[in-house]
């Protein structure tokens, strides 16, 4: 695979994480006024397999798939189909298997709502930045059918994808 790819879908992880963890300390301090050790280890744990859950969620959903970083209604609905999926897999989680001593009904909610805002505003802004600048591959097209036709529109309609159609000689050689 491509190491441009790869770089795109890395930094979409990492920045997933700094959402989920800041979501997490957000919502401990919005709940509790503070952040003592004990609130945040009681936590720590427990979130920390949730949110590796989510991330599992995400990447299965196709969050980390090039085709669907675009600003649209369809990746609307997946982003916010996947974080209501995640939600229904952390309230399993947390009451089904109440190992963690936690159940922490409100923060999750709070996590959630947070997770959601902020997700979506870094998503977006992401998919902003991929699909700016030069492409890194520039493609010579050779002939026409509608073959050709489709995928010439499936790269300009796709710029997050990384190809620009430099030219295209649809007489053929």
């Not at 997700?119 to 802004?125: D, I, P």
């Amino acid at each position: 695979m491509n190491i441009n790819v790869k770089l795109k879908q890395l930094m979409l992880l990492l920045g997933d994480i700094v959402i989920l963890y800041a979501s997490l300390v957000l919502t401990l301090f919005l709940r509790y006024g503070q952040l003592s050790n004990s609130v945040i280890e009681a936590h720590l744990g427990p979130f920390t397999v949730v949110f590796a859950i989510w991330l599992v969620t995400f990447y299965i959903g196709g969050l980390y798939d090039l085709p669907s970083l675009k600003n649209d209604l369809r990746f609307s609905k997946k982003f916010v189909s996947l974080v209501a999926a995640s939600g229904i897999v952390a309230i399993f989680f947390f009451y089904f298997i109440p190992a963690f001593g936690i159940a922490p009904k409100t923060n999750l909610f709070i996590v959630l709502a947070v997770v959601g805002l902020g997700g979506y505003a870094w998503r977006t802004f992401c998919n902003n930045i991929l699909s700016a600048g030069a492409p890194t591959s520039r493609i010579l097209m050779v002939g026409y059918n509608k073959t050709v036709e489709d995928l010439v529109n499936h790269i300009q309609q796709n710029p997050q994808l990384g190809y620009e159609v430099s030219f295209w000689m649809k007489e053929g050689l």
